[in-house]
């Protein structure tokens, strides 16, 4: 296991009798790009602001290498904030960003112009070093903000949704950009979104959190394929995944969720797992790209709509009055509007969560 080097513990933050964060506890390990993931307001950039020094916690304590920085101000944490909006000096040439903070701490000319070249290199600014930074392109100056925390050797580098500016194509490159330096440079790294595929694409590890809490952290992986409750499925995957609702019925070899239809969800199975699940009410859930068209398909339903997403196409399949479920079929399967059509689910990828509390009840085959 890799070295601590930010634990959060029991942060609670409010403004007014609005809390903002709600005893959020996580670590980050060395080299790790660890990210706060949630919708607008859930107090994912609060945390950043407590872990950077901007906000004092009402309750909780940040450690950054062991040492308790909570009451620190924050040029005494040794970490460094790159905002949104990238907050470079536009007047200023590429070299004296980076170079600014070394300037501050009244270091000589010589070690600065060799840290600042080495950076450069790093990041692949070395060309436009004397260009104005109000001049140059919108991943340059991203880099250039972060070229300028990272040559102070920061022990955290913390960014606050900094994609979010830029259009689809630039943010995709950028991302990839992102990446690589956090690898190259073995840097720790938290980093804000509200964009799961962004999560999903950059992170070691993922913090979702939701109205201030934390509510599951784990590796992109793990948060996709065994979310804990509802929110975390519905918020995680695009398309999202698709929920079923109704009362679980368990007879003989069968599972069978009964709503305004009985929909036959597996057959020939071992029931054995779900029979204390045997009438209760649950949302059943899987993903577009565990179900698939099939003659002997137990979900029937009618397309209602149909979508290209890349070589795939998602068609939208009502089955019941109450719902309809979405399913990725190849580009040019003869299948559209109107046609009736049977769905098969990986009876391994379903998940059955807890219709009154939204808890995760049981994975499929799990």
Same mark, same amino acid.
């Given at each position: ?9 029991? *942060? ?55 040492? !308790? ?6 040029? !005494? ?33 010589? !070690? ?14 070395? @060309? ?6 109000? @001049? *140059? ?8 903000? *972060? ?56 992170? !070691? ?48 070899? @069968? ?44 979900? @029937? ?66």
């Amino acid at each position: 296991m890799s070295r601590v080097v930010l634990r959060v513990e029991n *942060i609670v933050k409010t403004f007014g009798k609005t809390i903002a964060v709600n005893d959020v506890s996580f670590e980050v390990y060395e080299g790790e790009l660890f990210t706060l993931l949630g919708p607008s307001g859930c107090g994912k950039t609060t945390t950043l602001r407590v872990i950077a020094g901007l906000e004092h916690p009402d309750r909780g304590r940040v450690y950054i290498d062991n040492v !308790d920085v909570t009451d620190l101000p924050p040029r !005494d944490r040794n970490v460094c904030l790159v905002f949104q909006e990238y907050a470079v000096f536009p007047h200023m040439s590429v070299y004296d960003n980076i170079a600014f903070g070394l300037k501050a701490r009244k270091i000589s000319k010589l !070690d600065i112009d060799k840290k600042v070249r080495e950076v450069a290199e790093l990041l692949d600014l070395q @060309k436009l070093l004397w260009q104005k930074a109000g @001049k *140059i392109g919108l991943s340059e100056q991203q880099r250039t903000a *972060i070229a300028r925390c990272i040559v102070v050797e920061p022990k955290l580098l913390l960014l606050d949704e900094p994609l979010t500016l830029v259009d689809a194509k630039i943010r995709e490159r950028m991302r990839r950009e992102l990446r690589k330096m956090q690898r190259d440079l073995g840097v720790t790294m938290v980093f804000v979104t509200h964009d799961q595929l962004e999560a999903l694409m950059l992170s !070691d590890r993922i913090a979702v959190m939701r109205e201030g809490k934390l509510i599951q952290v784990g590796t992109p992986q793990e948060i996709y394929d065994n979310p804990i409750n509802l929110f975390v499925a519905s918020f995680i995957g695009s398309p999202t995944m698709n929920f079923l609702e109704g009362v679980l019925r368990v007879v003989e070899d @069968k599972l069978i969720l009964e709503s305004d239809m009985k929909i036959d969800l597996m057959r020939g199975i071992d029931t054995r797992p779900y029979n204390q699940l045997d009438g209760k009410k649950v949302i059943i859930g899987f993903r577009p790209e565990d179900a698939f068209i099939s003659p002997e398909g137990l979900i @029937k339903g009618v397309v209602q709509h149909t979508e290209i997403a890349g070589d795939r196409k998602i068609i939208h399949v009502r089955v019941s009055d109450k719902c309809s479920v979405r399913v990725f079929v190849d580009l040019y399967a003869l299948i559209g509007i109107g046609d009736v059509t049977s769905i098969q689910v990986n009876p391994l990828r379903l998940h059955i969560f807890d219709k009154e509390t939204g808890l995760k009840l049981l994975r499929a085959g799990v």
